[in-house]
């Protein structure tokens, strides 16, 4: 039997990943003489995040049917504090043992593409995140690590799962300027059809927070823009307005307690009908929405990240030779400089992460509580960045 959503996250037996970085930083000349310098192992290289401007969706998907005359411009930035624990069958199709055999699976081996019900799962996944990023839906959502300790735990299955059945709910709805979308109402049906694919024969436990920003449309003329935010536990989206570097809405954490999110999964009590909050946002074109897990929000302070984002813009804008190099400046759009604004901010809140003197959110609200922490929060880092549009007529 998994254990309680109480033994999950609860700061009293939470084991916290903390850097070794003093270690290597220490110059041989200081080392104690009992210490031999041989025995210092290098860093490893500092990895890239893994980039993207769209995730993947099948090859036989129907075009996409717009809902609004608006749609995002958008890429994503993914950094895993260490490598996603593959998916298990019948989520991943392994190949058998032999060419010869009747029901073989050779001819999949090369596939590592993940399916439910016979269709690829949408969305990425980084260590125990998954994004996924579309013309009109963006979303993040962080699965709750402590997962893969347990027997049959996986984290990061739940958290794909519950974004894949959400972005299908928002494709097969009908809304527009005269009927709104309900994202939590889409939520809920992603949350059944996720326990009922994790249920015997092939039953899997999880738990994960959820965020996601649907684009939409009012009903005036000309038609504005409007963001349906839906939150439940402590990812985030957040809205800037560039040109004035202004922050137009952000979503409020959930806990149970600290370092306890509201989360969607097996025995947790929250539920997206009763625990979701759904927020109707008027905004403009060009406004940034960043859909975020908390390896950003825990790492830097809100004013960090808008410097960040409007920095990377002008940076992106002025110079993009540099900042996307193989590609001339004619041949970059939108979605290139938005996957640069991620790939930016989760640099930026991996320095902190990996920081053990650094001051930091998460650390701030350690000390609230009375714990002992210093230093970034090393984590999955999960950032998808989308600028609004109007499309062109004509």
């Known amino acids: 039997m998994p254990s309680p959503l109480s033994c ?116 990425v996944t ?114 800037i307005r560039p040109r004035n570097k202004e922050v137009i809405f952000k979503t409020k954490e959930q806990w149970h307690w600290f370092d306890c999110p509201r989360q969607l999964g097996t025995n947790s009590p929250d539920t997206p009908t009763n625990n979701a909050v759904m927020d109707r946002i008027q905004i403009e074109e060009d406004d940034i929405v960043l859909a975020m897990t908390d390896g950003v929000v825990d790492n830097l302070w809100e004013h960090e990240v808008v410097q960040n984002v409007v920095d990377s813009m002008d940076k992106w804008r002025n110079d993009p030779g540099r900042t996307e190099s193989g590609l001339e400046p004619a041949e970059q759009s939108y979605a290139d400089g938005m996957r640069f604004v991620a790939r930016e901010l989760v640099g930026a809140a991996r320095n902190i992460a990996e920081d053990p003197f650094a001051e930091s959110p998460y650390m701030e609200k350690a000390v609230d509580e009375g714990l002992s922490i210093e230093g970034g929060k090393l984590d999955d880092i999960s950032v998808v960045a989308a600028q609004c549009k109007r499309r062109k007529v004509g």
């Open 8 to 123: 999950l996250r609860h700061p009293s037996i939470r084991t916290r990943t903390r850097s070794v970085l003093p270690l290597f930083r220490t110059p041989n000349s200081q080392l104690p003489l009992s210490f031999p310098p041989s025995r210092c192992f290098a860093r490893p290289a500092k990895q890239e995040p893994r980039v993207g401007t769209t995730t993947p969706v099948p090859d036989d998907a129907p075009p996409a049917r717009p809902h609004s005359p608006f749609y995002f411009e958008a890429g994503y930035a993914l950094y895993a504090k260490r490598p996603s624990r593959p998916f298990p069958p019948p989520f991943l199709s392994l190949p058998s043992s032999s060419f010869s055999e009747p029901l073989s699976t050779h001819n999949r081996s090369r596939d590592r593409r993940s399916y439910v019900n016979g269709e690829m799962i949408r969305g």
């Open 126 to 239: 980084n260590g125990d995140d998954a994004v996924l990023v579309s013309e009109t839906f963006i979303g993040a959502n962080d699965g709750v690590g402590a997962w893969g300790q347990k027997e049959r735990g996986h984290a990061a299955l739940w958290s794909r799962l519950i974004l894949h059945f959400w972005a299908l709910e928002v494709e097969r709805a009908k809304y527009g300027s005269s009927t709104e979308p309900d994202p939590v109402l889409y939520l809920q049906a992603a949350f059944e059809n996720t326990k009922k694919a994790t249920s015997k024969p092939n039953e899997w436990f999880g738990t994960t927070t959820a965020c996601a920003a649907l684009l939409g449309q009012d009903s005036s003329t000309p038609t504005h823009p409007l963001l349906y935010i839906t939150q439940l536990g402590d990812s985030q989206i957040l809205v």
